[in-house]
Every structure is written in C-alpha cells, then in structure tokens.
C-alpha cells in the first residue's frame, strides 16, 4: 500500500496535465443525492417514467415538476471543499480539465475553468421546437407546469436523457483531455454509465495514471492504478495541498 502511495506521490510531483472525472458522489457532501445505492435517486423514482424523451412527451408536467424539484434542491446547494480543491488545483498544474457527469453546475460555480459537461446542465433549458435556450434563472418557470416557448413548442431541460446520445463535442473534448493527461481523477462514480464511463479508460489506454477516489470499490476499481477510499470533500483538499506543497507553490 506505501509503495502505491509513494508511487501516486511521485505521479504527482511531474504531472502537468489532469483530467478530473466526476459522478453524483462529488456533490454528496453538497447535500444533492446521487443516484445508485443507499438513500439514491433511483430507490425513489424510476428513471424511465422520468428521465427520458417518452416520458416526458406523454407526460411533460411531471417529468417538469420532477426537474423543477431537483433545481430547488440544487440552487439552494452549494459547492463543497471537493469542487473547491478541483479548481485551485488549476493553480498548480499547467492544465486541469473537469468532465463531469453531473448536471449541477458545482464545477463552475467553485471556479473550475474547463468543465466539459457530458449530461447537460439542469440550469439550462430548450425548446423543443426552434430550439431557443432558457435560463432557468431567467426564465419565470412555473413549478408544476412544463412551459412553452414564443413560438408554441414544448421547453425541456438541457440534460441528457436514457436513450439519448451524449453532446458530442463536450465528449469529444473529454477524451482527448483523458488522452492528454498525465492523471485522470475519478470521482464519486459508479462508473457504470457509458459512453461516459469510457473516458478514465481511455485517458489509462493513453498511458494516464488513473486514480480513483471514491467511499466504496466500483466497476472502475479494477482498472485504477490507484484507489483512495474515503470522501471526496476531504480526499481532495488533502490532495490539493500536497499538489501545492510538491510544485513547492508558496
Ligand atoms: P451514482 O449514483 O451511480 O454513483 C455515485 C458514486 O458516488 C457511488 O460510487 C458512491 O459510492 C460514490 N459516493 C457517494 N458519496 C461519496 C462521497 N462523499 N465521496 C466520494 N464518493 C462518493 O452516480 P453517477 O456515477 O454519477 O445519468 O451516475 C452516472 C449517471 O447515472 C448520472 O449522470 C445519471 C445517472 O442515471 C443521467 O441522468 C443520464
């Protein structure tokens, strides 16, 4: 166990490029629920009478009031000490890329610079039909009632459904950075979503050092280099301040 710590250490000390990739887990501490296991999302409610296309035509309210809850939930959220140790590491690497799985918008909001969002953004909307973006923020949602837009269509929110294909550019641009990387970071995933749980696999295929951080062993474990089991909100400020320490950065 010394010897892999050791070995993480010295990764650590001449990396320059990191790609962080982050699951539900990283915004635990923040108080929103992840979706598998104990407590999840998906205990509650069925993903496919909510979270995707059919559903939500056959019965637009609900799937709208569904999201509408989980905003409240989110805006009244804030980032925790894990998404504050992502984005000072930009500090002490040339580069760190985040690609998340979330659509929280936790990363921007603890100032992460380069977030690559593989499931859209919950805070963002569309219209189904001339495709016209919508704040959440700017936009006087009613809370049970999925609104329409100027032109009559349906608006629905910017996130990725089951079924539906992943935005291709922000994908794109995570492999490469999985490729790029000197460490890929997983974090606080389950890691058994794909496409998006191909890219700590590329990033390892492409020589990266994997590095899972994460409070219980997942589909991942067995293709880290390295594990560290405990929460990521005190993993990564641990992380962070090494990181600061190495690059010797007063
Ligand atoms: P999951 O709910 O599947 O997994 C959350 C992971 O976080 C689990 O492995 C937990 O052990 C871990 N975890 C929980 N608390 C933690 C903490 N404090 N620190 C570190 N790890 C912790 O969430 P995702 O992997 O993000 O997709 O799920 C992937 C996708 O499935 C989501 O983006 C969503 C969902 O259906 C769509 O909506 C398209």
Partial sequence: MNELKNMFVEKLKTANKLLVFTGAGISAESGIATFRGEGGIWEKF???????????MSNP???WEWYQ??????NEAKPNKGHYAIAEMELYFESVKVSTQNVDNMHKRAGSKNVYEL???IERNYCLKCRTFYNSADFNFEYN????????????PDVVWFGETLPMEEFALSEKAASNSDIVFVVGTSAVVYPAAQIPISGKSSGAYVV?????????TRFADYSIFGKSGEILPEICKLSKELKNIC
């Fill in 46 to 56: 069925k993903a496919e009478e909510l979270a995707n296309f059919n559903a939500f």
């Fill in 61 to 63: 309210d609900l799937v």
């Fill in 69 to 74: 809850y989980r905003r409240k939930i989110i």
């Fill in 119 to 121: 499931h859209g953004n």
């Fill in 145 to 156: 009632k999925a609104p329409k837009c100027k032109c009559g269509g349906l608006i629905r």
């Fill in 212 to 220: 899972e951080i994460n409070i219980e062993e997942t589909a991942l």
